[in-house]
């Protein structure tokens, strides 16, 4: 009996042998792709790269004809031209702005405040304003319509003296400008 059990237990482990081989559709499949790349390759290199060297041929052709039509004197004056324009914009972008300013007054001066004297800092880029106000109030107003601007770091009032009699009041004021106000032209 022992023999019966251990045939049953070999039949019921049996199975098929494995073929050892090279799948033929993986083979077929990389073969095309070799193929195709082989096929691109060459059409890349002598049809593509000819086309390119022919066209390269003719726009030397061309660029030749156009330098041989301007004269030497004509191209060395044409490149100090260029110089100097490239050395005016250079020099035109480093410088500030300062002119900014007057438009900026103009456009954020409430009617009843009028300036006495102005000085601009390049450095600080600031300006520091002495001017009269017909009341404080309207002092007031024209410090908060600074503080409101998108062109103005910081607006400070220095000091300021009020004379009853009149109701007018003297100030010193100063504004800071951001960064960029002074970088192009407004």
């Known amino acids: 009996m022992p023999d019966a059990k251990q045939n049953g ?3 019921q482990f049996i199975t098929e042998p494995i073929s050892v081989g090279l799948p033929w559709r993986l083979l077929i499949f990389t073969g095309v792709l070799f193929t195709l790349s082989i096929f691109i390759y060459f059409g890349l290199h002598f049809g593509y790269a ?3 060297d022919s066209r390269s041929q003719k726009l030397d052709i061309q660029l030749a004809q156009l330098s041989n039509s ?4 004509d191209q060395q004056r044409f490149i100090a031209f260029y110089s100097q324009l490239s050395n005016l914009k250079q020099a035109l972008g480093m410088h500030p702005f300062s002119g900014n300013v007057f438009s900026f007054l103009e456009a954020n001066t409430l009617p009843q405040v009028f300036y006495t004297e102005a000085q601009y800092s390049g450095a600080s880029s600031g300006v520091s304003l002495n001017g009269v106000a017909s009341s404080l109030t309207t002092l007031a107003a024209q410090l908060a319509q600074f503080n409101k601007a998108p062109q103005i770091a910081n607006a400070s009032l220095n000091s300021m003296s009020f004379d009853p009699k009149t109701s007018i009041v003297s100030f010193s004021m100063g504004l800071t400008f951001q960064s960029d106000f002074f970088s192009k032209p407004q």
């Open 9 to 11: 237990a070999q039949e």
């Open 50 to 52: 000819s086309y390119l």
């Open 70 to 73: 301007v004269s030497q004197e």
